[in-house]
């Protein structure tokens, strides 16, 4: 389980072990990730290679929503830019190894990568899921910059299952619902009035993202597709614009996911 606050991490282990039978034959372990420095999470990756040589499903499902705009990463970004999208793509990118080791001996299209959106992509992304003239600095507006980095995950997930589909990897995105998480700890108290009933027990989203990982029902065909709650794949999208963003454009579309790709390597090669 990989966390930056050992503390939690530990808690939440105890707590899930709990409710396991004592002939379980896994382990949950604690991993440090911090996703907001991205000079740390080589070591991370490296402290997960040493102890396991495959990888069968990586869930990037940290993030954070609504700080403040002038936050930033340590490296300078756009904090939600930063940690929802950029720190995960490198995550990933040095557990690929894992990821194929795995994909070479467990069964057909079980070995995944599952990214996190959200439903503010629908309603506060920019045009084509991403603006590339407010990178890396994001804009004034929280809202609009963790969107944004909602329609990052979603384009990354896509733009991951065209790089790794011949390596045997799925790569997805979920969308976990409206849950009562932390992740709502710095909007106001008074917003936060109208938004909680609209809320779910965080537990919901847990059956959405375990869904997204190990459900038999997903093949091959559905790589690149998008999980809703609590585990149902999306058969369309109102977001034209994003679902053109995805194609190349050969295909017709506006490669926006393929250059994102690209952005997201050049912030991070350098910490590979």
């Not at 011949?166 to 109208?194: E, R, Y």
């Not at 585990?231 to 190349?248: E, F, N, T, W, Y």
Request: charged fraction near 20%; proline fraction near 5%.
């Amino acid at each position: 389980m990989a966390s930056r606050s050992q503390d939690k991490a530990e808690k939440a282990i105890e707590a899930i072990s709990i409710g396991i039978s004592t002939d379980t034959p896994g382990e949950l372990k604690y991993l440090h990730l911090d996703l907001e420095d991205l000079t740390t999470i080589k070591a991370s990756a490296s402290a997960f290679a040493s102890q396991e040589s495959e990888l069968h499903v990586l869930w990037n499902n940290a993030g954070i929503g609504a700080v403040p705009a002038s936050w930033k990463t340590k490296q300078g970004l756009e904090a939600h830019i930063g940690v929802n999208c950029v720190g995960p793509f490198l995550f990933t990118q040095l557990l690929i190894p894992q990821l194929q080791a795995a994909a070479k001996l467990a069964p057909k299209d079980s070995v995944r990568i599952i990214w996190t959106s959200s439903w503010m992509t629908e309603s506060q992304a920019p045009k084509g899921g991403i603006d590339f003239n407010v990178l890396p600095q994001g804009t004034k507006d929280p809202r609009r910059n963790y969107a944004t980095s909602k329609s990052g995950n979603w384009l990354l997930a896509v733009e991951g299952a065209k790089r790794y589909c011949n390596d045997g990897i799925l790569s997805l995105v979920q969308n976990p619902g409206n849950l009562t998480s932390n992740i709502w700890q710095h909007v106001p108290k008074a917003t936060m009035m109208f938004i909680s009933p609209l809320l779910h027990k965080t537990v919901y989203g847990a059956y959405t993202a375990l869904w997204a990982g190990l459900s038999v029902e997903i093949t091959a065909e559905n790589n690149g597709g998008y999980i809703i709650p609590w585990g149902r794949l999306q058969r369309s999208s109102p977001r034209k614009d994003i679902v053109l963003a995805m194609k190349d454009e050969k295909d017709g579309g506006s490669a926006v996911a393929s250059r994102f790709w690209d952005w997201c390597d050049q912030q991070t090669k350098q910490y590979a």
